[in-house]
């Protein structure tokens, strides 16, 4: 069965903090992404990756950073955890038409 | 720009009260229109991919249909196990990334 992988369900940091999130797929996917998913506000696009050592900004990228230095891992990081960055935190890879996600990441920062 | 609205945002159902939920879009030519299910907590599962208009699809209760302007996510005699957010996406032509609804929020009650 093919699986996107997240490392944690639920996550507590603190303001300032540097923050890792780490999404590894085993489908040999090309395409990869990053969302944030809030009450009223549905999914939003904060990074995507069509390559290796390759990023795009989605429509929310300020805050965050994005590593993809082997096909099947792709890592968002938050650079200085704010409290407006708690969220649900979803990946997904494509193989060009339609997503398989993971189970998201619940990243609260206190 | 892709846009993708869903209508209604919530929905109560009696179980076996048929229904549907709406899914209007527009965008720069359809490469494929997505429904998903997700859970609480849970990150979305695909349902459905239709490509063109006239399209259906079915899947135990449910049977997605697809227009030049609109999807349907068809509903019949639902039970309680079918309470969840409901989800649509589209991909406009190329290998552009997914751009979601905000979803509806199906609850069924026994």
């Known amino acids: 069965d093919v699986k996107v ?3 944690s369900r639920y996550l507590v940091k603190r303001t300032g903090e540097k923050v890792f999130l780490e999404c590894v797929q085993d489908m040999d996917h090309e395409n990869m992404f990053w969302y944030r998913q809030d009450p009223g506000l ?3 696009l904060i990074y995507f ?3 290796v050592k390759m990023k795009e900004k989605g429509d929310i990228p ?6 993809r230095e082997k096909k099947e891992r792709f890592s968002l990081i938050l650079e200085s955890a704010s409290t407006n960055q708690t969220s649900m935190y979803l990946c997904a890879s494509s193989p060009r038409y339609g997503y398989t996600f993971g189970s998201g990441t619940r990243l609260t920062v206190v | 720009e892709d846009q993708v609205t869903q209508s209604p945002e919530a929905l109560r159902l009696q179980e076996g009260e048929s229904s549907s939920l709406n899914c209007s879009y527009t965008v720069s030519g359809l490469r494929g229109l997505f429904w998903y299910r997700q859970d609480p907590g849970k990150g979305p599962e695909f349902l459905f991919t239709l490509y063109s208009a006239g399209e259906e699809k079915e899947k135990e209760r449910l049977k997605a249909t697809l ?3 609109e999807s349907f996510l068809h509903i019949t005699a639902p039970k309680p196990e079918d309470s969840a957010t409901y989800l649509c996406a589209v991909q406009s032509s190329g290998n552009t990334p997914l751009v979601f609804g905000k979803g509806t929020r199906l609850s069924v009650i026994a």
Do not use: F, M, P
């Open chain 1, 5 to 7: 992988t997240q490392s």
């Open chain 1, 42 to 44: 549905g999914l939003r």
């Open chain 1, 49 to 51: 990756s069509y390559d």
């Open chain 1, 62 to 67: 300020e805050g965050y950073s994005v590593s």
């Open chain 2, 67 to 69: 227009t030049k302007k």
